[in-house]
C-alpha cells in the first residue's frame, strides 16, 4: 500500500486588500453618492463609445454579409462588439441597448452555424441598435423599447420555427 500525500494548506494572501483603501467612519451613503457621480461623468463617454461601436458594427456586419455568414473574424469582431455593449449600456442608463445586444449574442451563441439567414437575423439586431442610437433612446425605450423587443423576439421566433 503507498503512502498517502500529505495535505498542505496554503493560506491564500489577499491582495485585494493591499489595493482598496479604507475610509474610516464613512458613511455608505456618501460612497454611493461619489460612485453615482463618477458614473454620471462617464455617462457621456458612454455616448461616443456606443456611436464608434455602432460604426464598427456595421463594418462588422457588412464582412458578414459578403460571405453569407461565412467569415470567422467577422462573426467574432461582431460578437465581440455585442457583448461589450450589453455589459457597459445598462450601467450608463442605455438597457434597452443592453438588451439588444443580449439577444444577438445569445443568438449567435444558439446557432449550430452562421448562414445567409442567420446574419440577417443579427443586421436586424445591428439595425435596431442604430435605430436607438440615431435616436438617442435612453433608459427602456418606453413603447418604441418595447415595439423593438418585440419585432426582435417575433423574427428570432419565426426563424426558430422554419428550423
Known amino acids: 500500500m503507498a503512502d498517502k500525500p500529505k495535505v498542505e494548506f496554503i493560506d491564500n494572501p489577499n491582495p485585494i486588500k493591499?489595493?482598496?483603501?479604507?475610509?474610516q467612519g464613512t458613511d455608505p451613503k456618501n460612497l454611493i453618492n461619489r460612485a453615482d457621480k463618477q458614473v454620471a461623468k462617464l455617462s457621456g463617454e458612454f455616448e461616443q463609445i456606443f456611436a464608434d461601436n455602432i460604426l464598427a458594427l456595421g463594418e462588422a456586419m457588412s464582412m458578414l454579409?459578403?460571405?453569407d455568414g461565412d467569415d470567422e473574424?467577422?462573426?467574432g469582431r461582431l460578437r465581440s462588439l455585442l457583448h461589450d455593449l450589453r455589459g457597459q449600456a445598462g450601467t450608463f442608463g442605455y438597457p434597452l441597448v443592453?438588451?439588444?445586444g443580449d439577444s444577438a449574442c445569445k443568438f449567435i451563441d444558439l446557432s449550430e452555424q452562421i448562414a445567409a439567414t442567420e446574419t440577417e437575423?443579427?443586421?436586424m439586431h445591428v439595425d435596431a441598435l442604430k435605430a436607438i442610437s440615431q435616436a438617442k433612446i435612453k433608459g427602456d425605450g418606453g413603447p418604441i423599447g418595447a415595439e423593438l423587443?418585440?419585432?426582435l423576439r417575433k423574427v428570432i421566433l419565426k426563424y426558430n420555427d422554419r428550423r
Open 121 to 123: 437575423v443579427l443586421g
Open 149 to 151: 423587443m418585440g419585432g
Open 98 to 100: 443592453s438588451q439588444v
Open 73 to 75: 473574424v467577422a462573426l
Open 65 to 67: 454579409r459578403k460571405t
Open 18 to 23: 493591499k489595493k482598496v483603501r479604507i475610509e
